[in-house]
């Protein structure tokens, strides 16, 4: 049991997702489309890199949205999340403009290295299966 002394109070709602969630889980698809059009045509990438959006999850009160971002090549990650929300104001407004909503969440981008990570596990178990 946690004391309150110990809980921290969150900024936004939590993320939400799953059954009973059906709207924050709407959104978070409508705004992956808008967002994943805005990124082919307005963001003008450094050549040689790719990025994937790898999820969307919207705040419960619909305040703001965290789309994570993976980069390859894998080392230009922090460099292009610099890029990400340089663009981030331009990418709100024209989304704004798009879903037509009486709350837009707010877009932010995060650099999601969970494939990387999975990666570099699947690289040591390969190395434990030819020692072993």
Same mark, same amino acid.
């Given at each position: 049991?946690?004391? %309150?002394?110990?809980? %921290? ?5 939590? +993320? ?9 889980? @709407? ?11 805005? +990124?082919?045509?307005? +963001?003008? +990438? /450094? %050549? $040689? ?14 305040? $703001?949205?965290?789309? $994570?971002?993976?980069?390859? /090549? ?6 292009? &999340? %610099? ?5 981030? /104001?331009?990418?709100?407004? &024209? ?21 990387? @990570?999975?990666? @570099? ?12």
């Amino acid at each position: 049991m946690c004391s %309150k002394s110990s809980m %921290k109070k969150s900024k936004h709602a939590p +993320l939400l997702s799953g059954p009973g969630w059906e709207r924050t889980d @709407r959104l978070a698809s409508l705004i992956r489309e808008e967002v994943n059009i805005l +990124l082919l045509r307005e +963001l003008e +990438l /450094p %050549k $040689g890199v790719l990025i994937t959006m790898t999820q969307v999850k919207v705040y419960g009160d619909l305040s $703001g949205a965290r789309i $994570g971002i993976s980069v390859l /090549p894998a080392g230009r990650g922090k460099e292009i &999340i %610099k890029l990400m929300n340089i663009v981030q /104001p331009h990418l709100q407004i &024209i989304l704004n403009q798009k879903l037509k909503s009486y709350r837009v969440p707010k877009i932010e981008f995060y650099l999601d290295e969970s494939s990387e @990570r999975g990666e @570099r596990v699947e690289h040591i178990l390969d190395k434990v299966k030819q020692t072993g």
